[in-house]
């Protein structure tokens, strides 16, 4: 420790001893650099404190699922005549308005504006022409989820499918979709997004409504309404909303085929002629989104879970339903949950008497050019959800098609048979779509294979018993020594075929469907009906019952001489 001396400024204290006394240790100095971070430090935690609660207060709060209306935007699209003028449209904003929240109620808020001009033109053209991809482009450069190609047709509920460049007929370039504007934010802000279109019609109107559904982003088939005035348009465009409206639900537990959703603005639903309520005897199709990491679809990132409906079974409170996942083939529903991935349930409804089903071959591989023949003549039967019994609907005719009608149950699971081996099992709802297509295997081969085995056997055990039966005949006569009709009955089971002979007869048949092109599934079954016929012929067809019973008769002739002889 360093010691000071005391100065000295009198003799006296010049004679004093010398003391030494300790100094108090010093703190190092912090750097100058170091104060100043520190300062900067607590004053930027101090400005975050101080503006925390405010950020609190704009930050807006997501709506509670089942508590908050749907936010529906209606876009109106008159077209250029004199009566559709914009007295016409203010008296339809208005009317729309009122009557969604004098009918609607609670779980509806609706907002309706005229069309965008960048989209007024095409929905004027016809509303099939404007579709998701055209009001909200995909992303550039956010990747895609692999998406399942065994999706069934959904005419009923896709988006459409024309280009996003396609220019209606009629609609000039410079106003067409051709420009691709982005209505993300409105898709985003809204659940619902109505599509009204009102134009003259054969001395009247007609009045076109779309729904698209913001976050499953699909869209419904148009509904048509025709009035003979222009002043029943405000009413007749509401009834055309309500009929266009689905209902949706979101799907908060999936367990095998156990599901439960919950109803958009499900605890606002009192009345159940509410657009909103979920009627009874409907089903859902279960849509899974894939999001980016800005909440917004990923290309290719809205999937129908293929072959599927969600059947519901029993109410619960709050707007939730407790369901049965109805599905042709696993469990589409299932794997990993994430905070980018939504599942949701939107409502299909059956519009139609019937729905064409069409049973077409599956191709072989899939750069097969030829397109898949139409199957005639397979065997079409249907259960219902929970039953066990099979009912047959009818054949297929030369078109491959079979009609199934609509009936009191909403959801019916199909069979495809040809002969007795079932093919292909898929739910359908009758009425929800047009026409469905469905690849199955090829099952004609396998079909004419088994008739060839089937004939065959049936031959091998008409063969054994005729064998067995003059097996026993011959060694009657042998125990009676009529030696002669032993050998004449010896000569007929010589002209029996053989073995190698009913042998030689499967080989070249197999050879034959060999040689035909065959996918890996009929293969494998058209194997195992002659693998069984082998094993059947070896089993039961002894190839040395000649030779044993020739033996016997001549042992006994040979025992016989003796006798004969003394």
């Not at 460049?165 to 982005?182: F, H, R, W």
């Not at 083939?329 to 939107?346: A, F, N, Q």
């Not at 599934?521 to 693998?531: C, E, G, H, S, Y």
């Amino acid at each position: 420790m360093p010691i000071r001396l005391a100065n000295c400024e009198s003799p006296r204290q010049a004679a004093r001893p010398l003391r030494a006394r300790p100094l108090a240790p010093r703190l190092p100095r912090a750097p100058r650099n170091s104060l100043s971070a520190i300062c900067l430090l607590v004053i930027f935690s101090l400005t975050l404190l101080g503006e925390a609660p405010a950020q609190a207060q704009q930050t807006p709060q997501p709506p509670i699922w089942h508590f908050s209306p749907y936010q529906i935007r209606v876009w109106i699209a008159l077209a250029p005549a004199p009566e559709l003028n914009a007295v016409l449209q203010d008296r339809l904003e208005r009317t729309l308005q009122e009557r969604a929240e004098a009918i609607a109620l609670a779980p509806w808020s609706l907002t309706a504006e005229p069309a965008p001009a960048a989209v007024r033109g095409s929905m004027l053209a016809g509303l099939e022409w404007l579709t998701v991809e055209h009001l909200a482009p995909p992303r550039e450069g956010s990747s895609q989820p692999s998406s399942s190609s065994s999706a069934p047709s959904t005419a009923a509920l896709s988006a459409g499918a024309s280009p996003a460049t396609a220019v209606p007929p009629g609609v000039a370039p410079e106003n067409s979709l051709a420009e691709k504007p982005d209505f993300t934010n409105v898709l985003e802000k809204n659940d619902k997004l109505m599509l009204l279109r009102v134009a003259p019609d054969r001395g009247g109107y007609v009045i076109d409504a779309r729904e698209l559904d913001c976050r499953t982003r699909l869209a419904s088939e148009i509904v048509s309404r025709r009035v003979g005035h222009a002043s029943l348009i405000p009413q007749e465009a509401f009834r055309a909303i309500t009929d266009v409206f689905r209902p949706l639900a979101r799907i908060e537990a999936a367990k095998g085929k156990d599901v439960t959703v919950r109803l958009r603005a499900g605890g606002l639903i009192e009345d159940p002629e509410s657009p909103a309520y979920l009627p009874d005897k409907t089903v859902l199709v279960p849509v899974v989104r894939f999001n980016d990491r800005y909440g917004l679809p990923r290309e290719n990132g809205i999937q129908i879970a293929p072959w599927a409906f969600i059947n519901p079974q029993e109410r619960l409170p709050a707007g939730r339903l407790q369901c049965e996942l109805v599905a042709g083939v696993g469990t589409p529903l299932g794997g990993r949950s994430s905070s980018r991935i939504e599942k949701y349930g939107l409502m299909a409804p059956a519009r139609r008497d019937k729905t064409e089903v069409i049973i077409r071959a599956r191709p072989l591989s899939r750069n097969d050019p030829e397109p898949p023949e139409p199957l005639a003549g397979y065997e079409v039967h249907e259960r219902l959800p929970g039953a066990e019994e099979l009912t047959f609907v009818g054949r297929t005719d030369w078109r491959g098609l079979v009609e199934i009608e609509k009936t009191d149950h909403p959801l019916r699971v199909l069979y495809v048979k040809n002969g007795a081996r079932i093919l292909a099992k898929f739910p359908v709802v009758p009425g929800l779509e047009p026409r469905v297509e469905v690849n199955v295997m090829n099952d004609d081969r396998r079909l004419e294979v088994e008739g060839f085995v089937l004939g065959l056997q049936g031959r091998i055990m008409d063969l054994l018993v005729a064998r067995e039966v003059l097996a026993l005949r011959i060694r009657k006569r042998i125990a009676e020594k009529k030696f002669a009709e032993a050998a004449t009955l010896m000569n007929e089971l010589r002209l029996l075929p053989s073995r190698d002979q009913v042998q030689a007869e499967l080989d070249q048949e197999a050879a034959r469907q060999r040689a035909q092109p065959a996918d890996r599934a009929t293969r494998a079954a058209i194997d195992k009906l002659f693998t069984d016929t082998r094993e059947l012929i070896n089993k039961h067809l002894d190839p040395t019952l000649v030779q044993t019973l020739a033996r016997e008769l001549s042992q006994a002739q040979q025992a016989a001489k003796p006798a004969d002889a003394s």
